[in-house]
Nanobody, 120 residues
Framework: QVQLQESGPGLVQASQTLSLTCSVSEASITKNYYYWSWIRQPPGKGLEWVGAISYSGTTYYIPSLKSRTSISRDTSKNQFTLQLSSVTSEDTARYYC????????????RGQGTQVTVSS
């Protein structure tokens, strides 16, 4: 069964860049027709899709964050990375990486995620 593990700093200074890595095991991130996504949940709010990178390396971002977001991958390590620049307190959230198919992310594979707090 595919497993995903998020890693990265739990505290980021405002205006800096948040960087998180997702390590995937038991499935290749180049597996056809799968996408590898980042979602987040701010305190007291629902889950928000941030963006994804496809099996072929194409990236997709939510329009509201597109100018600040970059998702990349390292196929040799089977990892993909989220970078979110110029962070503010509104980026404080628990971040998750999940696999996604054409009808949505596969929530059954969502783990504990990692809490990121933006400090001013």
């Amino acid at each position: 069964q595919v497993q995903l593990q998020e890693s990265g700093p739990g505290l980021v200074q405002a205006s800096q860049t948040l960087s998180l890595t997702c390590s995937v095991s038991e499935a290749s991130i180049t597996k056809n027709y799968y996408y590898w996504s980042w979602i987040r949940q701010p305190p007291g709010k629902g889950l928000e899709w941030v963006g994804a990178i496809s099996y072929s390396g194409t990236t997709y971002y939510i329009p509201s964050l597109k100018s600040r977001t970059s998702i990349s991958r390292d196929t040799s390590k089977n990892q993909f990375t989220l970078q979110l620049s110029s962070v503010t307190s509104e980026d404080t959230a628990r971040y998750y990486c999940v696999p996604q198919v054409n009808y949505g992310w596969l929530d059954e594979y969502r783990g504990q995620g990692t809490q990121v707090t933006v400090s001013s």
